[in-house]
Nanobody, 125 residues
Framework: AQLVESGGGLVQAGGSLRLSCVTS????????IGWFRQAPGRGREGVSC????????HYADSVKGRFTISSDNAKSTVYLQMNTLKPEDTAVYYC???????????????????WGRGTQVTVSS
């Protein structure tokens, strides 16, 4: 399986970025896809997920109303549109495939071997 993130970069506070997670090597519609982030010195945080077959969606409270996740099943790709970015959004963003996207709890049981390498997002103040 391969998951490849792209779309990160440097942006000023209040700006926008769109991240892409292009997947291959597994049955896209049998998994949910989630976005996670990790800032320097901090633990990994679940950001959002989408169920590619059931349409479930979850957002962390910290990004609700600012981030939008979407899935293009024909392209086996998940997007994360990030608007009104804040300096605290600065992190490496990873996508992963898991068993299910719970609207309450996020991506359930992400597979250890179904992670991308990440894309850096830096938001300047």
């Amino acid at each position: 399986a391969q998951l490849v993130e792209s779309g990160g970069g440097l942006v000023q506070a209040g700006g926008s970025l769109r991240l892409s997670c292009v997947t291959s090597g597994f049955s896209f519609d049998e998994y949910a896809i989630g976005w996670f982030r990790q800032a320097p010195g901090r633990g990994r945080e679940g950001v959002s997920c989408v169920g590619t077959s059931d349409g479930n969606i979850h957002y962390a409270d910290s990004v609700k109303g600012r981030f939008t996740i979407s899935s293009d099943n024909a392209k086996s790709t998940v997007y994360l549109q990030m608007n009104t970015l804040k300096p605290e959004d600065t992190a490496v963003y990873y996508c992963a495939a898991g068993f299910r996207c719970s609207p309450q709890n996020g991506l359930l049981h992400p597979r250890d071997d179904y992670w991308g390498r990440g894309t850096q997002v830096t938001v300047s103040s």
